[in-house]
């Protein structure tokens, strides 16, 4: 089944959550005039569901291939990122003198948010390019941007981050690969990069690799790290000494090829420096902070997708009558309290993470403007959005097979497929636990801990009546406070229960919000209305009196988990 | 990988939990010396782990096979197969005169435990035959029992569950199937019965199916249902007029065949009446609560595998140093912070899982030997098994791919068969929703109440000074109270949030209980007793006010479920 797209919720975001009004209001957004937005969240949608949803199943049944001669796309996947090329979604957010529209990120981000939703596989390799875009514009030299944007803003060629080796995961300081120079500017660069998302595929004539290695004598760790250029075709036409050795076999997200690349084995493989020496870490989270609320967004577009399927399927289930009614005639199953409860719920969440990632979106453009407190707000959110849009990708999933009974474990109805592709956003791009240490380690101190009080002081100010956010925050408060005085392993035990905590009230304060403005709308359709309200009382009423009750294990400390040995996990 | 058997576990639990000298007290118990019951215990573990786990990734990646002919199992299982009717582990829990080893449906459960935990697929026809058994030696006829009760209870031949049809889910009172008397005291059989377990396959040399249909002139609904006995061979030997004429294609538990079985495609499909006409449904239940307990069971033998491999990869592989650690040396991620917090969770989540089917078994073979408080104490505690288990199993597999990172998102690792395996219990044999609903339908009122009045003051017996379990009995009283007041509507609503919170009062209950057991065992190994007590301190610190958290969503009522139309959810 393809979806349809969510047309009256973004608009219904950019104007209470991202507020794109004040952005418009800055010379560089003029272009995001009301017709403008409008025009491009119809026609995202639109183009979304109409050639990228119809290739789901076909990404999930056939998948890329490897070959000897580079990996292949399923049959439709070309003429539909020619088409998304043509259409120009890929450079809605880049800048105009790279040939970009100069539009908003958040709006780029409705735009990434319908074609995840269509196809999350695929939308893997529109969301890394502007990645690599937003790298080469801030660190590449005006060369190198002259030379590489211009395609990569059309996403006529696409962009990769390699950054994990066997060993350097998590832990990127690990890496091997190496830089040699070549003595005429360019770099040899030798080694092995495993989870290449996009890494190699037919969809274009050219694939730019942006690679983390180590210059000969640089600093261990993440101190001495460069990030290089290393296009799969180089500029002379020849071929680059880089091949895709091997793609992985994985549970889902089949239409994105995960591959193993190799670099250099004939010790022909030529990069150039984006960048200082030594500076690659800093460039790397450049890609890496747009990447992780993308990420998040993921976790949004398939719940979405998972929602819509769930609900089409409950409204034509007819199953039992519904209990004390007067009569036995059997009902569709979303009459029924309890399929009630999980869909609403899937509603309540997804739009919950929705609304969290579209302010952080917000914020990004703001920061982008030059507001230091946006960027701190950014900052701070920006593992919220990631974990906790994974977090709510995997639950809704779940819920979405759930709803289907019986026939959600089969594959041909689609349900699994979304529970299965919904697994990875946890994993990728930081693990969630990652994110959780990221809150805890840097974000919880930013500005000594301004960047939460005016979080907070905002939350406040706006949820007034609202008792069990009220509650919330205070509960955050005092752990954060717990937290701040606690040892390091005691914080990072606490870690992910809080940045749940966090991430709720956030969204709890972001649909009170929207709750309130839903009230005061008179120009949008009625049900969206309805459920618009329905699913951020549900949220408040329900969800986030859940939060509070991870308070204990937030707070609860380290000992208990250092108590036993390692060993003693295996008894 | 293959699996480490939980003999400790299992020998712990025999004694705190089921309290098995007790049964063995008894006549009909008698055989269940704890010498048997060690030998039984430490067999079925090696057996497990030497037979099946080797098979479980051939079960995914291979599968049963449809073929015109019949389904085909994989390599390897036939002779697994036959080994396990040879070791006599079927017929543990059968009564003597039926070839039955006389030993209580606990010790069954532990065995069935392991064989789940080794190949959770291949499991299901070891899980279903016993129910098969239970059904034809409370209600069928001397000569019945006679003719078939031999060969299932060693598992010559294999019994199923035919309630399914495709407008026949829940609704077990919608189905059509049809039997006509044939005038030779056997019945015709006519209609499609569809997901059923092992409904075909070449491990057996017959299987006998369990059939539900309506006889002519036989009331609408549940009250006109009937139990027929349909071989795959007639005693004649000649082969009965059922065919598999497909089997799903699913997104787990590959090893176990889902058939669409036809039954009379040619009006020569002979069965035989179990019990009396229009009496069906009563019999079916007679196989549906054993197997409720042992669909839970799955729910805590694939979060034991999960939990095993998990715990396996965290100490194998190293990356980062520790957090705050004097050295930059990078460690086994088992020793991050964030990575106990998830191992010592998928401990506990499984510990707690595993007592209450264990309690929940214990309590089965009281009522067995005629203990009424024991039968409603099994009645009430059936929902939470069969909900509670799996929903831990799904959660625990999903933690367990986190651990992995991005190898646990990659097939080969097996992490993610977990994950896929896990998620079929929530929703087969009575969906988790099915379950809330008879929670609060039937089980709260049980006996005028008493039956849950008695649980609340058993635990609050015990839990003395665990504060957070006190206060989560407290919550769950309240939330009992305020929903046996409420409208049908309103307390369906809240019963899914309301079986978790029980679920895990009952769970956190056997865990303080073992907690304080550990403290007095010498005899038992000192990492065992250590992470047993780590665990369920985890349990009740962190998992319990969760929990408690749950209280506004289970008494949020109906109100906002039925505030919109079902059309809205699409807006």
């Not at 529109?126 to 690599?132: E, R, S, V, W």
């Not at 329900?542 to 036993?564: K, N």
Request: one cysteine or more; proline letters at 4%; charged letters at 20%.
């Amino acid at each position: 089944m393809t979806y349809t797209p969510v047309v009256n919720e973004q608009r219904f975001l950019m104007r209470h959550i991202v507020r794109i009004d004040e952005l418009a209001a800055h010379d560089s957004f003029a272009a995001a005039s009301p017709d403008v937005v409008d025009a491009i969240l119809e026609g995202a949608g639109a183009f979304a569901a109409g050639e990228f949803a119809p290739l789901n199943r076909i990404g999930d049944t056939v998948g890329a291939k490897w070959t000897a001669d580079g990996v292949r796309m399923p049959e439709g996947f070309h003429a539909a990122y020619q088409a998304y090329v043509d259409g120009g979604w890929g450079s809605l957010a880049a800048a105009p003198e790279h040939g970009g529209q100069g539009l908003p990120f958040a709006l780029a981000t409705a735009v990434l948010e319908d074609l995840g939703t269509a196809n999350m596989g695929f939308s893997l390799i529109m969301m890394l390019t502007p990645g690599a875009v937003e790298a080469l514009t801030t660190h590449g030299s005006e060369d190198q941007q002259a030379t590489w944007l211009p395609k990569l803003v059309t996403g006529e060629w696409n962009g990769t981050m390699n950054l994990t080796e066997p060993q350097a995961g998590s832990d990127v300081g690990a890496l091997r690969t190496t830089a040699t120079p070549a003595g005429d500017g360019s770099w040899r660069i030798k080694g092995t990069k495993i989870f290449i998302t996009f890494g190699d595929h037919d969809l274009t004539d050219n694939i730019v690799h942006l690679v983390l290695a180590r210059t000969p004598d640089a600093p261990a760790g993440t101190r001495g790290i460069s990030l290089f250029l290393v296009p799969k075709i180089r500029l002379d036409g020849a071929q680059n000494d880089v091949r895709c050795v091997s793609i992985e076999h994985k549970m889902g997200i089949h239409a994105s090829p995960t591959c193993a690349l190799s670099y250099g084995d004939n010790d022909d493989c030529h990069g150039w420096l984006i960048g200082p020496e030594n500076a690659g870490m800093r460039a790397m989270f450049t890609m890496m902070n747009n990447a992780r609320l993308n990420v998040g967004l993921q976790g949004v577009s398939v719940a979405e997708r998972a929602t819509q399927q769930a609900v089409a399927y409950a409204r034509e289930r007819v199953q039992s009558a519904r209990a004390g009614a007067p009569t036995r005639d059997p009902v569709a199953i979303i009459e029924h309290p309890d399929v009630r409860r999980m869909l609403l719920r899937m509603k309540a969440l997804t739009m919950g993470a929705r609304a969290l990632i579209y302010y952080a979106a917000g914020q990004a453009d703001r920061a982008h403007l030059g507001d230091e407190a946006a960027q701190a707000r950014l900052d701070l959110v920006t593992p919220l959005a990631k974990a906790y849009g994974t977090d709510v990708g995997v639950e809704v999933a779940s819920l979405g097979v759930q709803v289907h009974g019986g026939m959600g474990f089969i594959e041909e109805t689609g349900a699994a497929q979304h529970y299965r592709d919904a697994r990875i956003a946890p994993i990728y791009e930081g693990t969630n636990g990652i994110q959780a240490a990221d809150l805890v380690g840097r974000k919880l101190e930013l500005a000594g801990g301004e960047a939460l009080a005016a979080l907070l002081r905002d939350i406040r100010g706006e949820a007034g009546d609202e008792t069990q956010l009220m509650a919330l925050a205070d509960a955050v408060e005092l752990v954060t406070a717990r937290l701040g005085a606690a040892s390091v392993d005691d914080r990072l035990s606490g870690s992910y229960p809080l940045l749940t905590m966090l991430s709720v009230l956030v969204c709890g304060w972001l649909l009170a919000r929207q709750a309130r403005a839903a009230a005061g709308e008179a120009d949008m359709d009625v049900d969206f209305l309805a459920i618009k309200h329905a699913a951020a009382r549900f949220y408040l009423d329900r969800i986030v009196p859940e939060a509070i009750g991870l308070a204990d294990g937030a707070t609860a400390g380290a000992e208990g988990l250092y108590a036993i040995d390692a060993g003693a996990f295996a008894a």
